[in-house]
């Protein structure tokens, strides 16, 4: 049970944060789940993760706007695995609009659970982390973490801020056994994006095949959609011993989209 790692993951009931739990719990860690869902919903993706290995998984429904909740979240986990030893900060959501028109409460949602969720699990986790002299935080960014896109401003600024964030906390923790980064994907084809599909159709008057066409995989040079098993994959890789010379990056899953 001592060497059974722990992880927690945040808006892990859908999409990417799902895949890199289930990911996880292959490698047999303990991983605490968390998203806005209903019981139902929370306890289809605990028995779809819980069904990957032999680790315990347990939901926490932290609303990630709410600084108290993700405090919990973070103390529950230290309380029923002993710690966290893998924090990943993956919650997002997205809004897509012209300034002009861009909603105010959708500018501070969009800050508060993309950006300011991750300093609170940070700060919360991090001493747990030192004590133990091993930690690994991983902040799912986005290729608009390094390049803007028009129409998203609250989205780009939050991404660029949780770059900056990852930086600042890799270097404050680089002597304790922790490292600290981003992964910033291109396109991944989750209930996220399918959204977006249809806001940037709206807002930039465009039919919804034209905008994956035309809009997103010719952003990608690949011409393929980024997939959760390979971003799941890549969140390993960084939780592994190999590799902890890597920390304060910024690292690009994006099909050379930033390349350009
Ligand atoms: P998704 O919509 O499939 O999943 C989002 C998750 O966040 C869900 O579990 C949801 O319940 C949770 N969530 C939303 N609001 C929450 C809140 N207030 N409190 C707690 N949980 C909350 O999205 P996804 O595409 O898997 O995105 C996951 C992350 O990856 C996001 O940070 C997103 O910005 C980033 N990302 C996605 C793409 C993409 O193309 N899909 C590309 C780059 C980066």
Wanted: charged share 20%; aromatic share 4%; with cysteine.
């Amino acid at each position: 049970m001592s060497d059974r790692r722990t992880a927690v993951i945040t808006g892990s009931t859908s999409g990417i944060g799902l895949g890199i739990a289930q990911r996880f719990a292959e490698e047999g860690m303990n991983v605490v789940l968390n998203g806005l869902s209903s019981p139902d919903e929370a306890e289809a993706a605990r028995r779809a993760v819980d069904d990957r290995g032999d680790g315990k998984v347990i939901f926490h429904g932290a609303d990630m706007t709410k600084p108290a909740e993700i405090a919990d979240l973070i103390a529950t986990a230290e309380k029923q695995f002993g710690g966290v030893d893998i924090l990943v900060n993956n919650a997002g959501i997205q809004h897509v609009a012209k300034i002009e028109a861009f909603p105010a409460e959708k500018w501070d949602a969009i800050i508060a659970i993309n950006l300011t969720s991750a300093f609170h699990t940070i700060r919360a986790a991090v001493p747990g982390m030192k004590a133990r002299g091993s930690g690994r935080i991983i902040n799912i960014a986005s290729a608009h973490g390094l390049i803007a896109s028009p129409f998203k401003a609250a989205y780009v600024a939050a991404k660029h801020g949780i770059v900056g964030l990852t930086k600042t906390i890799a270097l404050e923790t680089a002597e304790d056994g922790i490292t600290v980064n981003a992964i910033c994907p291109g396109y991944v084809q989750t209930p996220l994006v399918d959204g977006q599909i249809a806001d940037t159709a709206k807002a930039r008057g465009m039919s919804e095949e034209e905008v994956k066409n035309d809009v997103i995989l010719k952003a990608q040079p690949t011409k393929e959609f980024v997939t959760v098993e390979e971003i799941a994959d890549y969140a390993l890789f960084l939780s592994s011993d190999a590799g902890r010379s890597i920390t304060g990056a910024a690292l690009a899953m994006d099909g050379g989209w930033t390349a350009q």
